[in-house]
């Protein structure tokens, strides 16, 4: 089995479509024609990841997604027919992971899928027994977790996948080629998709985003880790199960 998913789409021969060519897969599938069955299915079942829709009769997808994530960190996949830059901007602003246009090829989104979970498993194998502090925050790279003050801050997949490269790389610009590559496992889409993670990713880390302190923006080269000590915060140390490093 490769995983679990639900698809949130009410054009039922397209569900059927998609769920036919993830079955061959491997993937166990379930299907709901609206978020309101979505959620339905969700009380007695969890999915390792959602395909959804936008354009849904009653709550449509935005709703849906803002709604789920105040309580998961599962990942989402909007499939639509909006593909407007500010309709894929919101989507992805609201906690999406992936955002893919109709039409679109069945046999193409079983490889967005695969890839989807493949970048997932690679993020939970690395760094094994790893931490990472600063401030009040520690990222347990063996879970993928970030936490301030002991208590978890939700990070979607690339959320996590760009924090994750950032504080590998500490106090080292990045290029925003660089991170597209590392993070999305692709060299061609819209680069301009890295600032908007950098974005959400500063309201849940900075004290003041609009003034961020530990994701500079370094004109001409890209996005660094400030690793340098911040007056009142936690040193910043790696620590490991063999012991800790500076």
């Known amino acids: 089995m490769q995983g679990n998913i639900l698809i949130i789409e009410d054009i039922k021969e397209l569900s059927d479509l998609v769920t036919l060519y993830l079955n061959k897969e491997g993937f166990d599938v379930r299907a709901a024609e609206s978020a309101e069955e979505g959620f339905a299915v969700l009380e007695g079942w969890k999915p390792e990841l959602i395909i959804l829709d936008i354009n849904l009769p009653g709550m449509d997808g935005f709703e849906f997604l803002q709604k789920f994530r105040r309580t998961s960190e599962t990942p989402v996949l909007i499939v639509s027919a909006r593909d407007s830059d500010e309709d894929q901007i919101s989507g992805l602003g609201i906690g999406a992971d992936e955002y893919i246009t109709k039409p679109f090829s ?7 899928v695969r890839a989807l979970f493949r970048r997932l498993r690679d993020f939970g194998e690395k760094n094994q027994e790893n931490l990472f502090k600063f401030g009040p925050f520690i990222i347990d790279y063996d879970s993928c977790i970030l936490k301030k003050n002991g208590q978890r801050i939700h990070l979607s997949a690339k959320e996590y996948g760009c924090l ?3 504080t590998e ?6 290029d925003v080629e660089k991170i597209y590559s590392e993070v999305w496992k692709n060299n061609y889409g819209d680069l301009t998709t890295v600032a908007v993670y950098i974005q959400r990713l500063r309201k849940k880390i900075e004290e003041d985003p609009a003034n961020p302190y530990y994701l500079e923006t370094v004109h001409g ?7 340098a000590l911040k007056e009142g915060h936690l040193k910043d140390t790696r620590a490991s ?6």
């Open 169 to 174: 790389h500490s106090g080292k610009p990045l």
């Open 221 to 227: 080269m890209g996005y660094r880790f400030n690793a």
């Open 164 to 166: 994750s490269l950032l």
């Open 106 to 112: 069945p046999k193409v989104l079983v490889a967005r």
């Open 241 to 246: 199960a063999g012991g800790n490093l500076p």
